[in-house]
T-cell receptor
Framework: QQQVKQSPQSLIVQKGGIPIINCAYENTAFDYFPWYQQFPGKGPALLIAIRPDVSEKKEGRFTISFNKSAKQFSLHIMDSQPGDSATYFCAARRRDDKIIFGKGTRLHILP | NAGVTQTPKFRVLKTGQSMTLLCAQDMNHEYMYWYRQDPGMGLRLIHYSVGEGTTAKGEVPDGYNVSRLKKQNFLLGLESAAPSQTSVYFC????????????FGPGTRLTVT
């Protein structure tokens, strides 16, 4: 049962553009929402995370926007660079401590 | 610190063969996880452990067994491999409280023919 729905599946953006990846969740018991970045041949690595009592969090060029009432959250990458090309996973932590991952978005930034 | 390491990196098995994947972490983390990653499916939890000597089932446990005899190691076993177990397997670990970041290993690519 897919509890975190992620879109789009793939995304191509020109360098300097602002790719946006969206996620929606169904379970209101989630209490932590991380985003992971994965480069080809590597394991995922935590990029940025947010708790549901915060509507926005910025770390460098990466921003999470969180809409608790709509049960949606999104990742924005400002001034995107070819080095940002990777697969991005949103996720949500359940109260039983399990992390549920979205299916991933393959992002390609054109030089 | 090496972080989370996995062995082997690649393996090809024939249907019915068995193997064990080893995960090791040097961060003194209490929690450890095994995931599988398939195209278009994201990461799915197979088994996890909240401490030495304890294991629990995740989302897709069938066909796999695990053991956590030492805090730093988490083993994933396939007793009788099937083609449906062709996947990339990731191990992860994290501290037990305060901060939920999971640290992932580099993965093991397994092909079952």
């Amino acid at each position: 049962q897919q509890q975190v729905k992620q879109s789009p599946q793939s995304l191509i953006v020109q360098k300097g553009g602002i790719p946006i990846i969206n996620c929606a969740y169904e379970n209101t018991a989630f209490d932590y929402f991380p985003w992971y970045q994965q480069f080809p041949g590597k394991g995922p690595a935590l990029l940025i995370a947010i708790r549901p009592d915060v509507s926005e969090k910025k770390e460098g060029r990466f921003t999470i926007s969180f809409n608790k009432s709509a049960k949606q959250f999104s990742l924005h990458i400002m001034d995107s660079q070819p080095g940002d090309s990777a697969t991005y996973f949103c996720a949500a932590r359940r109260r039983d401590d399990k992390i549920i991952f979205g299916k991933g978005t393959r992002l390609h930034i054109l030089p | 610190n090496a972080g989370v390491t996995q062995t082997p990196k690649f393996r090809v098995l024939k249907t019915g063969q068995s193997m064990t994947l080893l995960c090791a972490q040097d961060m003194n983390h209490e929690y450890m996880y095994w995931y599988r990653q398939d195209p278009g499916m994201g990461l799915r939890l197979i088994h996890y452990s909240v401490g030495e000597g304890t294991t629990a089932k995740g989302e897709v446990p069938d066909g796999y067994n695990v053991s956590r005899l030492k805090k730093q190691n988490f083993l994933l076993g396939l007793e009788s491999a099937a083609p449906s177990q062709t996947s990339v397997y990731f191990c992860a670990s994290r501290r037990s409280s305060g901060y939920y970041e999971q640290y992932f290993g580099p993965g093991t690519r397994l092909t079952v023919t």
